[in-house]
């Protein structure tokens, strides 16, 4: 995996680290809480982030939510956020195709 689709984000104050990735078009995180796993002797499991995850650092302009953007960029970085919307991509195209009929 390429570094710079990889962000994290050490606080300094104690708290672990928090690491996020993008893969194959879904936002993953992983949280790094020892200096063993910081230095990568053992790993986290990374979890995926849900639509609400997403959307909650979007609508808070994190550094995670800037982040994606440059990395995914917006449009992909909003249709991440709809995933388990009613107008997810393929609803779309498919309203779009009846109408267009």
């Known amino acids: 995996m390429l570094?710079?689709?990889?962000l994290r984000i050490d606080h300094g104050d104690g708290c672990p680290a928090v690491e996020y990735r993008i893969e194959d078009d879904h936002?993953?995180?992983r949280v790094l809480g020892s200096?063993?796993?910081r230095s990568g002797a053992i790993e986290a499991a990374?979890?995926?982030l849900t639509?609400?995850?997403l959307r909650s650092h979007v609508m808070a302009d994190t550094?995670?939510?800037r982040w994606l953007s440059r990395r995914m960029g917006v449009h992909r970085l909003i249709r991440a956020c709809?995933?388990?919307s009613p107008f997810a991509d393929g609803d779309v195209q498919e309203r779009w195709d009846r109408t267009a009929a």
Not at 3 to 6: G, I, L, T
């Open 46 to 48: 990374w979890e995926r």
């Open 63 to 65: 550094v995670v939510a």
């Open 3 to 6: 570094a710079f689709n990889r």
């Open 51 to 53: 639509p609400e995850e």
């Open 35 to 37: 200096a063993t796993e």
């Open 27 to 29: 936002v993953h995180s």
């Open 82 to 84: 709809n995933q388990d």
